[in-house]
């Protein structure tokens, strides 16, 4: 007598956690301008921003691959932040941190930074950029004692009590299109809306 075959329940395939997926796509050249505005399908000349990094930076971003993005850069202080826009220093404003210096800021010199963040959130125009992936944010720290946590928590309520924006990328490199792209689009945003063309790059768009 054969016996029928027994059939053994199917174990249920989860999908694996965001935190272990892996980047496999490189990211794609940046283009000749970030945006471009234009009005009944006509570009409009529009000037170029002078960008400004501040001089106190540690390992500053580089602008030179987007030197057609910009009139000029220059290298000075800053009032506050690391990187504006010439002419708009006081409503333009980007901070930029490394995870190391992003979980000593949330630690050791919070109150500094917590103080500073503030100050930014009264510019219209403010960005916090933290040139580590959000997955190396919330993952354990090999040589500190910092609680992840508290890091993730901690840039959560800077967006939800502070209405202050961060974004964070998973190279520095891609840190200096961002934040370039911020600086211009700023710029273009702002010469729009003082020339009388409105806070729009096309008719019936962004």
């Known amino acids: 007598m054969l016996l029928e ?7 249920r395939t989860l999908i694996p956690s965001p935190l272990a997926w892996t980047t496999l796509n490189l990211p794609v050249p940046h283009p000749p301008l970030p945006v471009v505005a234009e009005r009944g399908g006509t570009q409009l000349r529009t000037p170029l921003p002078v960008a400004i990094v501040d001089t106190r930076e540690q390992n500053p971003l ?3 691959r987007f030197r057609g993005w910009f009139a000029k850069i220059e290298y000075r202080a800053l009032p506050l932040g690391d990187y504006s826009v010439k002419g708009m220093e ?5 901070e930029r941190k490394d995870l190391a210096d992003l979980i000593c800021s949330f630690t050791t010199n919070r ?23 959000l997955s190396e944010i919330k993952s354990e720290y090999p040589y500190r004692a910092a609680n992840p946590n508290r890091i993730t928590q901690s840039l959560i309520a800077v967006l939800t009590g502070l209405h202050l924006p961060f974004i964070c990328t998973d190279t520095h490199e891609l840190g200096e299109e961002i934040v370039a792209s911020y600086l211009y689009q700023t710029f273009l945003y702002d010469w729009l809306d003082r020339n009388g063309h409105g806070r729009h790059l096309s008719d019936g768009d962004l």
């Open 5 to 11: 075959p027994t059939c053994m329940p199917r174990k």
């Open 62 to 64: 580089s602008f030179r």
């Open 90 to 94: 006081d409503t333009c404003v980007v």
């Open 111 to 133: 109150t500094v930074f917590v103080n500073r963040l503030r100050r930014m959130a009264e510019r219209p125009h403010s960005l916090l950029v933290v040139t580590s992936s």
